[in-house]
């Protein structure tokens, strides 16, 4: 439910659940279908009940960055998909105080036959703004998504980093109140991330409200004022996003080795970085160039 009234809080979920209900993957053998049609019609129309979230009670402030992290599975994207008002909840209240721009899902909402900037007028609509809003914004979307003459090409044409990049730009000129980020942003190259990121600290700056979702550590530590992980469709942890990581990775340790000495270099990574810019170490001392981000 979309508020206006004056509220704290951009986001307030109270004791949200969604329950998808699912095809049964059950073997049959013929001599079943002959002996018993009736009962067999009947297993393959049942349908069995999955929770992708369950009992999630959450308040964002106006202008808070919060980070979501998780396994595959475990809800972020449902969550996202809940507030965004694209999927309804189950179970539970949703109000959010503002208005939102959304980036889920890549190509989400655009017609691939369509040239881009057919599809970033029409998208700039759909999130919210008006014909002249959105005709006045269309120069600034096109610049920031630096696709230069292929704006005019169909969106057919494009790799995942240019719907990435259109995408992105229509969201942020909607100038919302909340900007909801599911992991897209993945697919973008350095560059553009980096420019995504540095326009994240001017929405803050505005008073933004940003959820986002990732598994990508420093992401998380160098934006995010808060951080919660979901396990199971539940929230797990909540807090400071070192906190959350350092959770997140002991759970990675138990469960796969692997992943979890990938988690440990991108920690190490960011806190060299953050020891180097409060003068504790040097680039010489850690054995990289000054203008390198460490590694681990």
Request: glycine residues 8%; contains cysteine.
């Amino acid at each position: 439910m979309l508020s206006n009234g004056a509220s704290p809080y951009a986001v307030q979920l109270g004791d949200v659940s969604k329950r998808y209900l699912l095809d049964p993957q059950r073997p049959w053998r013929l001599k079943d279908v002959i002996a018993r049609p009736k009962s067999l019609i009947s297993q393959l129309t049942a349908k069995e009940p999955f929770w992708a979230l369950r009992d999630i009670s959450l308040n964002v402030k106006h202008g808070e960055i919060l980070g979501i992290i998780g396994h595959n599975g475990s809800g972020k994207s449902t969550l996202l998909r809940i507030l965004a008002g694209i999927s309804p909840p189950t179970l539970g209240t949703v109000e959010i105080n503002g208005r939102y721009g959304a980036l889920l899902e890549l190509g989400a909402g655009f017609h691939p036959n369509a040239s881009g900037r057919e599809n970033a007028y029409v998208n700039a609509l759909f999130m919210g703004m008006s014909k002249d809003e959105a005709k006045a914004a269309l120069p600034s979307i096109i610049e920031f998504s630096e696709l230069g003459p292929f704006i005019d090409q169909p969106m057919r044409t494009y790799s995942s980093g240019m719907y990435l990049r259109l995408g992105f730009s229509v969201a942020i000129h909607v100038k919302p109140d909340i900007l909801l980020v599911d992991e897209v942003l993945a697919v973008g190259d350095a560059d553009f991330q980096e420019k995504c990121f540095e326009h994240f600290r001017t929405l803050r700056a505005r008073n933004t409200t940003i959820i986002i979702v990732t598994h990508n550590v420093d992401t998380l530590i160098d934006f995010a004022d808060r951080a919660i992980s979901l396990e199971k469709g539940r929230i797990k942890r909540e807090g400071a996003p070192i906190e959350v990581v350092q959770d997140y990775m002991n759970a990675l340790r138990r469960e796969s080795p692997a992943m979890e000495r990938a988690f440990q270099r991108a920690l190490a990574g960011h806190l060299a970085q953050e020891a180097m810019k409060a003068g504790v170490v040097s680039a010489e001392m850690l054995g990289i160039a000054g203008s390198e981000r460490p590694d681990g």
